[in-house]
């Protein structure tokens, strides 16, 4: 029987536990596991290998992106930087020019200097995909993190000539997109943000359906060893069971909230892709369920005092939480791109990021409102 994606998230990787019964199956704590002779074992021999609370929320995270295969990293980043490891020096990688800071970071101020190349361009505009004979992938995110641009992933993947495709889907979450079904080779996730759902843990994923890319990169797990620990294995596969209900409500939020900021004489821009005014809104409908829980504004004035000003809104890094997060992309999450990249970008001094939470929209709104007021 083919499960419904909600149903997927509760019981994939939830068997109830074997030995006792217990319908939340433990966290296994352990670093190693006991051999009846050497090399003979139920299927674990060290924790850096292969940890059945890791296991586990595997098979859940393969589920959920449509995959025959999951691998999870001690961050986001640790999950990147395992794929970028698939690479040899002189091969290319063709990025979008709007991604995590910490993305374009790894890629300039570690892997470059391995030999790789990188260079940037807006994919939202398919025809600035083009590839170069040693581009070897192609890395995009959708939405944009923090511009919020969409990419038509079916349309890069056409254009692809044998370069991997990796989408960073972190900011839509497998409930609202899943980029292998449109022809992607694999998808990326910060589980600390939307997966998790809690801000309570740091950890990333990998999803794909190629044999082959998959054995490396569990290989590159073993050896490289940037793995999660069973506690925070826990917690994903916990935040995961509630993805769909969350992920409704981050996007019924952010959609009226998105209709509010339009709306006010003290915003320049709002960058939400559920809003018809948005450049790819039309491919958003398309290739999305929903428009999710993250948008970004611009102020005509003074962000600093309006950030002041807000009572429920936390001002902080990170995203995907239960509680709504405001974030200064330029002096906090892009911080780490030189300041004329930033102003190649449109990453202003008065662009704001908000991650919506599931609070009431009514407060969500007062707060930005009373903010508002103040400047
Ligand atoms: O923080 P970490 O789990 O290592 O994930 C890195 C990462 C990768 N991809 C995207 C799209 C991200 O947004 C992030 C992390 N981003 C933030 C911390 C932030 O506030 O934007």
Not at 176 to 185: F, I, K, M, S
């Amino acid at each position: 029987m083919k499960l419904h994606f909600e149903t997927q998230a509760i019981h994939v990787g939830s068997d109830s536990d074997a030995a006792t019964g217990a319908v939340i199956p433990p966290i296994y704590a352990t670093s190693t596991y006991e051999q009846e002779a050497p090399g003979v074992h139920k299927g674990f021999d060290y924790s850096r290998a292969d940890n059945p609370t890791r296991q586990r929320l595997e098979h859940a995270l393969a589920a959920l992106e449509g995959a025959e295969y999951a691998i999870t990293f001690a961050s986001g980043v640790a999950a990147t930087s395992a794929v970028v490891t698939l690479l040899k020096p002189k091969d290319h990688v063709l990025a979008g020019d709007d991604t995590y800071g910490g993305t374009y970071r790894l890629f300039e101020q570690i892997y470059r200097k391995y030999g790789l190349e990188f260079s940037y361009v807006d994919t939202s505009c398919l025809d600035s995909v083009s590839i170069q004979k040693n581009t070897k992938m192609i890395w995009i995110e959708s939405p944009t993190n923090p511009l919020m641009k969409i990419t038509d992933i079916a349309g890069v993947a056409k254009r692809k000539k044998g370069a991997l495709l990796v989408v960073d889907n972190t900011f839509a979450s497998p409930y609202l997109q899943r980029p292998l079904e449109l022809g992607a080779d694999l998808a990326m996730h910060s589980t600390t943000k939307y997966l998790g759902g809690h801000s309570d843990l740091i950890g990333g994923a990998l999803m794909t359906n190629d044999k082959a890319i998959y054995e490396e990169l569990k290989f590159i797990q073993k050896a490289v060893g940037a793995i999660p620990s069973p506690f925070d294995c826990f917690l994903v596969h916990r935040g995961i069971k509630t993805l769909a209900v969350r992920m409704k409500a981050h996007s019924e939020n952010a959609q009226r909230i998105a209709e509010f900021l339009s709306e006010s004489p003290k915003v320049k821009n709002v960058y939400y892709p559920g809003l018809p005014s948005h450049p790819q809104h039309e491919v958003a409908r398309r290739q999305m369920r929903a428009f999710s829980g993250m948008l970004s504004f611009e102020l005509k004035a003074d962000a600093t005092r309006f950030l002041r000003n807000l009572k429920v809104i936390v001002l902080a890094e990170s995203l995907g939480g239960i509680e709504s997060l405001i974030n200064h992309p330029a002096i906090m999450t892009h911080a780490s791109l030189p300041a004329e990249e930033r102003t190649r970008r449109g990453i202003g001094d008065n662009l704001l990021r908000l991650s919506v939470g599931i609070e009431h929209p009514d407060d969500l709104i007062a707060d930005l409102e009373n903010a508002l007021s103040a400047i």
